[in-house]
């Protein structure tokens, strides 16, 4: 449907698809509601995050990476 919904399908694979949305109101309803969630994200800005916050989050993010990166390393001592 994404391909569908950016044109980037070949000519017999696009009137396959636009053929089924004919007779498909499932599939015809899904388009378009994935048409306007498209339209709507594009119209939304990025959210702005002071520097508390963004210091915040990061730090978070560092944490679980590197407690991701430790559960990793023992699992490969284990597995040794």
Do not use: W
């Amino acid at each position: 449907m994404q391909e569908e919904l950016d044109e980037q399908l070949e000519r017999k694979g696009f009137r396959k698809i636009r053929a089924h949305l004919l007779i498909c109101p499932n599939c015809a309803a899904y388009l378009e509601s994935l048409k306007r969630t498209v339209a709507l994200a594009r119209r939304m800005t990025a959210p702005r995050v002071s520097k508390k916050m963004h210091k915040k989050l990061f730090a978070l993010l560092e944490r679980g990476l590197q407690s991701h990166e430790s559960r990793e390393a023992v699992d490969v001592q284990v597995k040794s």
